[in-house]
Structures are given as C-alpha cells and as structure tokens.
C-alpha cells in the first residue's frame, strides 16, 4: 500500500514570495490533515478536511495561508506571501475517517520550507 | 490551553542502556496518547498507541505507559541501539474525534 506523497521535498524561497505545496493521501482515506512543524517543535495542526470539506482551520493564518481539496482526494496548501517565520517543516497525514480506530493518522515525508 | 510537554529534550546514552522518554499533558481528559519517531527528513512513524482505558503499551524493545491521574506517559526503551537514533514525539488526543496535540519531542542519539 503506498503511503502519503508529498512534493516537492524541499522549496527555498524569498520573503514575499508564494509557494504552494501539493499532498496525495494514502487511497480510501477520507480525512486529510495540514501539520506545521516549525525546528525543534512539535507538528502543529493548519487544517483538517474530512473529504472535500474544512473541518477545523482554527490555526490556519488565514491572511496568508490557503488550503484546498476540491476532489476530496490530494490537496494543496499555498502560503501568499511568505514570511521568515513560515520557515518549517509543512507535513501532510491522512486517516480512514475522523473517529475511534479510524483516526489513526499516517504522515507524509513532509516539505522543508526555507523563507529567505 | 491543552499542553503536552516532553522531557529531556535531548538525550544521549551509551549502546545497550535502558531510557524512559517522559511526556506530560496538563489537560486529564484524554481519549488516547500516542509515541512516534521522527528520523530526520522524513515523516512520522507511530510507535505505540495507548487508549484512555489502557495502562501500557509494548512493542518489541518498547513499552509505554499512561497514568491519567497524574497526566504522565512514559516511554521505556530496553536495551538502546545506534539504530534508535531519532525525535521522538507524543500527542494526545482528547475526545475520540479530536485533533492530536504533540509534544516538542525528545531528540535521541545512541552511540556505538
């Protein structure tokens, strides 16, 4: 079974500038999740969908930040403009579904952003 | 504010010693709690997940443990190996549909 894909691996950007970064969940699962793990923290939750729909962005900057999943399969998360603090590492899980058993999340490699 | 907590935030051992890897949350209302590594470039892996009405976990070398009263989770290492180098995480998860809170991870060297 292939797990989570995640491109590209690495992205080097200015201030200002706009990235976008592209998920492939694990296939059937309907839930998909946006971490931020910025270096020497824990992941922390951008966005959840729950196929298609936002379930919680609560932590998402909104200003900046914007995520889709308009076929409820992959996603992308775009950040627009950067700020030096985006700098982290952006992780990507997916779940069968959203409760008991079917919660347990599997991650993707993640994309290292560096924000110049 | 739910905070999980990992202490040491570094730990290097000598091959072959025996570690506890400690994580504490300040919220008791917990769903399940949740060890995964993180070896550097790469995602997260689970280890071992305990549910509220469980005790302990084992796998292989490691066993983890969860004492909701207190809000503490250790995780035990036997007999550490170069190949255990990595972060090591924990989250808690709080309802059966929430989202896990991690801790800031407890960066693990074993050498030769």
């Known amino acids: 079974e292939a797990g989570v894909a995640q491109s590209p691996r690495y992205k080097i950007i200015e201030k200002r500038q706009s990235v976008a970064f592209w998920c492939n969940p694990i296939s059937g699962h309907a839930t998909l999740y946006w971490y931020q793990q910025i270096l020497g923290q824990g992941p922390k939750l951008l966005i959840q969908f729950q196929n298609n729909g936002v379930v919680d962005d609560s932590q998402l900057p909104k200003d900046r930040f914007s995520a889709e999943r308009l076929k409820g399969v992959d996603s992308t998360l775009k950040i627009q403009p950067a700020k030096l603090e985006d700098s982290a590492v952006y992780l990507c899980?997916?779940?069968?579904?959203?409760?008991?058993?079917?919660?347990?999340?599997?991650f993707g490699p993640g994309t290292r952003l560096t924000v110049l | 504010k739910q905070e999980v907590t990992q202490i040491p935030a570094a730990l290097s051992v000598p091959e072959g010693e025996n570690l506890v890897l400690n994580c504490s949350f300040t919220?008791?209302?917990?769903?399940?709690l949740q060890w995964f590594r993180q070896d550097p470039g790469k995602g997260l892996t689970s280890l071992l997940l305990i549910q509220s009405s469980q005790r302990e976990q084992t796998s292989g070398r490691l066993n983890a443990s969860l004492d909701k009263s207190s809000g503490r989770s250790t995780l035990y290492i036997a007999a550490s190996q170069p190949g255990d180098s990595a972060t090591y995480l924990c989250a808690r998860r709080g309802t059966s549909y929430g989202k896990l809170t991690f801790g800031q991870g407890t960066i693990l060297t074993v050498h030769p």
């Open positions: 899980a997916s779940s069968l579904g959203m409760r008991g058993a079917h919660n347990e999340q599997f």
């Open positions: 919220d008791s209302a917990i769903y399940n």
